[in-house]
């Protein structure tokens, strides 16, 4: 298909784009008299547990967290109807929702809600960063978490999709989970990994306001961002996520279909290998970053100039992102004079070497996003411009925490949501830890860094020195570089006709649909 003509390309989408939307069960299209509202975007479904692929049944509101988060990015009620925490920080209890049931009618129990997040503590589930004790139900019916040291974070952690709650019976005798029985206002009634998940409206739903009036829904993965948006301009998909600038702008130009767009607190990176001799030596990394033009990339392969990522957290982060921080230019002269000073210097005119061996590096990078690939070669291309040669590999997100932890990544582009848990420091734990991270810091650790997210994690950090100590992290991993900002994200998502009122959430941890409307 690369290869054909570019209407023949089309075509060949275009029919693939339909057979996709039309590999469904019609059957049970026609028995409800109405087809579902349709969303499709690039993310698997890998399998059942929640750490793997929580993140669609929770944005498919199948499945509820136990705390929800606003867009201000407060914790706010979930599940949990409200949470008290003792003056020692070391116990919270949670009340649940009055009359809550699952989807099988069972009703929600202290007991149940417990078991499912004890198998939420187990990494790399986000409750694992937790020092939790024990997580039981009070004779009260109140969800009992007694933590070994305070910890700030926990409501933050409990909205995470890994959190998600489950029914006792969709688990099975081992422990694993079997199916989906959650509490959201949909319910599963088919369910295909990695492909397709379907479901309905759960009228025994209690979580505030109406009824959803959408009756049912479809999650349909297609992992070309052409592919998604074909099936936008046909019809085919009402909303389609994860579009590229090109989609965006041919959607846009022919009236098909309405963009909605929100700034996500997630950064496209260049994650570094600091453990390797060239990549541990900070003049490099600087380097490296000198030799990005990030406003050239921004303004034509993101369609946005002011999406150039001048430092690691985009604006929308108060707290982290600092106006004042002198930003990350573009600046090939001072990535050379850099590059001589830590000894990698010009052979033959146009490649780096020390001592007869070439600073070669490989690149890794996926689809999944479709902006990556088409970076990833503009960085091939502007490092070589300093004399660094380096090959591109595209192969599956899995590749790059696997390259990390057997220690043979040397560099991977990739794109990290710093707001996956509304409070940033339960994902900086995650990346910047002692240990480093899938994707933060390999082979890099900063004291400054591990102590500051400690103050800020347990509590001992609060008001004016919790914002120093977000300044002291945002700081470190500016100058240290264990990972270099290229560009922060847009949302772009295409919005069927047929449709009304959609609510695009900036955490991304929810699609909205019960807030959505048929156009009438």
Same mark, same amino acid.
């Given at each position: 298909? #690369?290869?054909?003509?570019?209407?023949?390309? #089309?075509?060949?989408?275009?029919a693939?784009?339909?057979?996709?939307?039309? =590999?469904?069960?019609?059957?049970?299209?026609a028995?409800?008299?109405?087809?579902?509202?349709?969303?499709?975007?690039?993310?698997?479904?890998?399998?059942l547990?929640?750490?793997?692929? &929580?993140?669609?049944f929770?944005?498919?509101?199948?499945a509820e967290?136990?705390?929800?988060?606003?867009d201000?990015?407060?914790?706010?009620?979930?599940?949990?109807?409200?949470?008290?925490t003792?003056?020692?920080?070391?116990q919270?209890?949670?009340?649940?929702?009055?009359?809550?049931?699952?989807?099988?009618?069972?009703?929600?129990?202290?007991?149940?809600?417990?078991?499912?997040?004890?198998?939420?503590? /187990?990494?790399?589930?986000a409750?694992?960063?937790?020092?939790?004790?024990?997580? +039981?139900?009070?004779?009260?019916?109140?969800?009992?978490?007694?933590?070994?040291?305070?910890?700030?974070?926990?409501?933050?952690?409990?909205?995470?999709?890994?959190?998600?709650?489950l029914? %006792?019976?969709?688990?099975?005798?081992?422990?694993?989970?079997?199916?989906?029985?959650?509490?959201?206002?949909?319910?599963?009634?088919?369910?295909?990994?990695?492909?397709?998940? +379907?479901?309905?409206?759960?009228?025994?739903?209690?979580?505030?306001?109406?009824?959803?009036?959408?009756e049912?829904?479809?999650?349909l993965?297609?992992?070309?961002?052409?592919?998604?948006?074909?099936?936008?301009?046909?019809?085919?998909?009402?909303?389609?996520?994860s579009?590229?600038?090109?989609?965006?702008?041919?959607?846009?130009?022919?009236?098909?279909?309405?963009?909605?767009?929100?700034l996500?607190?997630?950064t496209?990176?260049?994650k570094l290998?600091?453990?390797?001799?060239?990549?541990?030596?900070?003049?490099?990394?600087?380097?490296?970053?000198?030799?990005?033009?990030? $406003?050239?990339?921004?303004?034509?392969?993101?369609?946005?100039?002011?999406?150039?990522?001048t430092?690691?957290?985009?604006?929308?982060?108060?707290?982290?992102?600092?106006p004042?921080?002198?930003?990350?230019?573009?600046? %090939?002269?001072?990535?050379?004079?850099?590059?001589?000073?830590?000894?990698? #210097?010009?052979?033959?005119?146009?490649?780096?070497?020390a001592?007869?061996? @070439?600073?070669?590096?490989?690149?890794?990078?996926? @689809?999944?996003?479709? $902006?990556?690939? /088409?970076?990833?070669?503009?960085?091939?291309?502007?490092?070589?411009?300093? &004399?660094?040669?380096?090959?591109?590999?595209? &192969?599956?997100? =899995?590749?790059? @925490?696997?390259?990390?932890?057997?220690?043979?990544?040397?560099?991977?582009?990739?794109?990290?949501?710093y707001?996956?848990?509304? +409070?940033?420091?339960?994902?900086?734990l995650?990346?910047?830890?002692?240990?480093?991270?899938?994707? =933060?810091?390999?082979?890099?650790r900063? $004291?400054?860094?591990?102590?500051?997210l400690?103050?800020?994690?347990?509590?001992?950090?609060?008001?004016? $020195?919790?914002?120093?100590? !977000?300044?002291?992290?945002?700081?470190?991993?500016h100058?240290?570089? %264990?990972?270099?900002p290229?560009?922060?994200?847009?949302?772009?998502?295409?919005?069927?006709?047929?449709?009304?009122?959609? +609510?695009?959430?900036?955490?991304? !941890?929810?699609y909205?649909? /019960?807030?959505?409307?048929?156009?009438?």
């Open positions: 298909m #690369r290869d054909a003509p570019q209407s023949r390309r #089309r075509a060949l989408l275009g693939a784009a339909a057979a996709l939307a039309s =590999g469904v069960a019609r059957a049970g299209d028995a409800a008299g109405r087809t579902p509202l349709v969303v499709v975007g690039p993310w698997e479904i890998g399998g547990a929640p750490a793997r692929s &929580g993140f669609v929770a944005r498919m509101q199948v967290t136990l705390v929800d988060i606003g201000d990015g407060v914790p706010v009620p979930g599940l949990a109807a409200s949470w008290t003792s003056g020692d920080g070391l919270w209890r949670f009340a649940l929702r009055a009359g809550a049931r699952f989807h099988d009618g069972s009703p929600v129990t202290a007991g149940a809600v417990a078991r499912s997040l004890r198998e939420a503590t /187990t990494p790399p589930a409750l694992g960063l937790a020092p939790i004790r024990s997580i +039981d139900a009070d004779r009260d019916g109140v969800v009992a978490i007694r933590l070994k040291t305070p910890f700030a974070g926990l409501a933050a952690l409990l909205s995470h999709y890994s959190a998600i709650v029914a %006792p019976a969709s688990y099975g005798r081992d422990g694993a989970v079997q199916s989906i029985v959650a509490t959201g206002p949909y319910r599963v009634t088919a369910l295909a990994p990695p492909q397709q998940l +379907d479901a309905e409206r759960f009228d025994g739903w209690n979580g505030g306001g109406p009824l959803p009036e959408v049912r829904v479809r999650y993965v297609a992992s070309r961002a052409e592919t998604r948006s074909m099936m936008a301009e046909s019809g085919q998909a009402d909303l389609a996520f579009l590229d600038p090109a989609s965006v702008t041919r959607l846009s130009s022919r009236n098909s279909a309405a963009i909605a767009s929100v996500l607190p997630r496209l990176i260049v290998n600091a453990g390797l001799p060239a990549l541990g030596d900070v003049r490099v990394r600087r380097a490296l970053a000198l030799a990005i033009d990030r $406003e050239g990339i921004a303004r034509a392969l993101m369609r946005d100039a002011t999406l150039a990522a430092q690691l957290f985009p604006p929308s982060m108060t707290g982290w992102h600092d004042a921080r002198a930003p990350l230019g573009h600046d %090939p002269a001072s990535a050379a004079r850099l590059l001589d000073e830590a000894g990698w #210097r010009l052979t033959a005119g146009t490649r780096r070497n001592g007869g061996t @070439p600073l070669t590096l490989m690149l890794r990078t996926f @689809p999944d996003r479709p $902006e990556l690939p /088409t970076i990833a070669a503009a960085l091939q291309a502007q490092w070589r411009r300093v &004399g660094v040669e380096v090959s591109v590999s595209i &192969g599956n997100s =899995g590749d790059i @925490p696997l390259a990390h932890r057997d220690g043979t990544l040397q560099l991977a582009l990739a794109a990290r949501n707001g996956a848990v509304a +409070d940033p420091v339960g994902t900086l995650q990346d910047f830890g002692a240990g480093g991270g899938d994707w =933060g810091a390999t082979g890099w900063d $004291e400054t860094v591990v102590d500051a400690d103050a800020l994690a347990t509590g001992r950090a609060s008001g004016g $020195e919790a914002a120093r100590a !977000r300044s002291r992290v945002a700081s470190a991993l100058e240290g570089l %264990p990972v270099i290229v560009s922060w994200y847009r949302q772009q998502v295409a919005v069927s006709r047929r449709i009304v009122q959609v +609510d695009l959430d900036p955490f991304e !941890r929810s909205r649909l /019960t807030r959505i409307r048929w156009r009438r």
